[in-house]
C-alpha cells in the first residue's frame, strides 16, 4: 500500500492511497483542479481513481467533489446523513453502512466526534498493510481502541496547540471553546496520548494530519508526540508532520 498526502489543514484536505488493484481518494477538499495537478506531478491519471470516500461534510473535506466527480466518475462513499448534508447533485453514490470491500482493499469506518451530522474515520487494510486515517474529531472513543491498535501507519490530527490556541487574540472564545470541545479538534497533547496507546510493533510511520496554521508548528506537535513517546518508553522517531499544500512523500506500507 502507498499513500501521499496531498492536503492537509484547514484550506484542504486530500490522500491519496493506492493498493495493487485500486487507486482512491479519502476526501478532496480543495478544487478539483488542484489535485488534478498534484496527481500528475506524481504520474497518476485522475481517470484512474476508482472510489473517494468522504470523512465529513465540511467545505475543506468535500469542495472538490463535484466537479472531480463529474470530470472522472469514480464511485463516491459516504453515509446519507453526510450526503444531506452536503447538498449537492452528485451521481454514483454508495452509502456506508458497514466495512467496504475494493478487490484487496477492506475499507472499515469508524465513527468519530465532530460539529457536523456525521463524521468517520477509516481503517484500511489489504494482503499486507493497514493505515488508520482519523482527523477532525475532538475525541477517540475507546471502544475503537483494538481495532485501530498496531497498524503499519497512522494519518493523525494533531490540530493545535493549547497554549496558542487560547493565546490567540484573532480566535473569538466561542471559536476556541468548539475547538476544544468533544465535537471540535485533537489537540497535539491529546493526539499524542492516543498514538502512545495505539502504535506497536508494526508500525511503520505516524503522519501528523490537519494542522493549524496560527495555532501549531510541524516542529511543535512532532516534538510534543516524541515527548510522550519517550514518557511512555516507547522508543519510535519516524514521525512527520503533514505539509499544508505541498507535496507529502511517497509513503509505502
Same mark, same amino acid.
Given at each position: 500500500?502507498?499513500?501521499?498526502?496531498?492536503?492537509?489543514?484547514s484550506?484542504?484536505n486530500c490522500? @491519496? *492511497?493506492?493498493?495493487?488493484?485500486?487507486?482512491? /481518494?479519502?476526501? #478532496?477538499?480543495? %478544487?478539483?483542479?488542484?489535485? $488534478? +495537478?498534484?496527481?500528475?506531478e506524481y504520474?497518476?491519471?485522475?481517470?484512474?481513481i476508482?472510489?473517494?470516500?468522504?470523512?465529513?461534510?465540511?467545505?475543506?473535506?468535500?469542495?472538490?467533489?463535484r466537479?472531480?466527480?463529474?470530470?472522472?466518475?469514480?464511485?463516491?462513499?459516504?453515509?446519507?446523513?453526510?450526503?444531506?448534508?452536503?447538498?449537492?447533485?452528485?451521481?454514483?453514490?454508495?452509502?456506508i453502512?458497514?466495512?467496504?470491500?475494493?478487490?484487496?482493499?477492506?475499507?472499515?469506518?469508524?465513527?468519530?466526534?465532530?460539529?457536523?451530522?456525521?463524521?468517520?474515520? @477509516? *481503517?484500511?487494510e489489504?494482503d499486507f498493510?493497514? /493505515?488508520v486515517? #482519523?482527523?477532525? %474529531?475532538?475525541?477517540?472513543? $475507546? +471502544?475503537?481502541?483494538?481495532?485501530?491498535?498496531?497498524?503499519?501507519?497512522?494519518?493523525f490530527?494533531?490540530?493545535?496547540?493549547?497554549?496558542?490556541?487560547?493565546?490567540?487574540?484573532?480566535?473569538?472564545?466561542?471559536?476556541?471553546?468548539?475547538?476544544?470541545?468533544?465535537?471540535?479538534?485533537?489537540?497535539?497533547e491529546?493526539?499524542?496520548?492516543?498514538?502512545?496507546?495505539?502504535i506497536?510493533d508494526?508500525?511503520?510511520?505516524?503522519?501528523?494530519?490537519?494542522?493549524?496554521?496560527?495555532?501549531n508548528t510541524?516542529?511543535?506537535?512532532?516534538?510534543?508526540?516524541?515527548?510522550?513517546?519517550?514518557?511512555?518508553?516507547?522508543?519510535?522517531?519516524?514521525?512527520?508532520?503533514?505539509?499544508?499544500?505541498?507535496?507529502?512523500?511517497?509513503?509505502?506500507?
Amino acid at each position: 500500500m502507498k499513500f501521499i498526502i496531498l492536503a492537509s489543514g484547514s484550506k484542504g484536505n486530500c490522500t @491519496y *492511497i493506492e493498493t495493487k488493484t485500486k487507486k482512491i /481518494l479519502i476526501d #478532496i477538499g480543495t %478544487t478539483s483542479l488542484h489535485i $488534478e +495537478k498534484k496527481l500528475r506531478e506524481y504520474a497518476i491519471d485522475p481517470h484512474m481513481i476508482d472510489a473517494i470516500f468522504i470523512t465529513h461534510a465540511h467545505t475543506d473535506h468535500v469542495s472538490g467533489l463535484r466537479v472531480f466527480s463529474k470530470k472522472y466518475s469514480p464511485s463516491i462513499y459516504m453515509t446519507e446523513k453526510m450526503e444531506k448534508e452536503i447538498n449537492l447533485s452528485i451521481e454514483n453514490v454508495h452509502y456506508i453502512t458497514s466495512p467496504v470491500i475494493l478487490d484487496e482493499l477492506k475499507i472499515i469506518p469508524i465513527k468519530i466526534s465532530h460539529d457536523v451530522s456525521d463524521a468517520n474515520g @477509516y *481503517i484500511l487494510e489489504d494482503d499486507f498493510s493497514s /493505515l488508520v486515517y #482519523i482527523t477532525d %474529531t475532538g475525541y477517540v472513543n $475507546e +471502544k475503537y481502541y483494538e481495532l485501530l491498535s498496531n497498524k503499519n501507519a497512522y494519518i493523525f490530527e494533531s490540530n493545535h496547540d493549547v497554549e496558542k490556541l487560547m493565546n490567540n487574540p484573532h480566535y473569538p472564545h466561542q471559536t476556541k471553546i468548539r475547538i476544544l470541545s468533544d465535537r471540535g479538534h485533537l489537540s497535539n497533547e491529546t493526539s499524542s496520548y492516543y498514538l502512545s496507546k495505539l502504535i506497536g510493533d508494526h508500525t511503520k510511520y505516524i503522519v501528523l494530519a490537519h494542522l493549524s496554521e496560527e495555532n501549531n508548528t510541524p516542529e511543535l506537535a512532532i516534538k510534543t508526540l516524541k515527548d510522550t513517546l519517550c514518557e511512555c518508553n516507547i522508543v519510535f522517531n519516524n514521525v512527520q508532520a503533514a505539509p499544508q499544500a505541498g507535496l507529502s512523500e511517497v509513503f509505502e506500507v
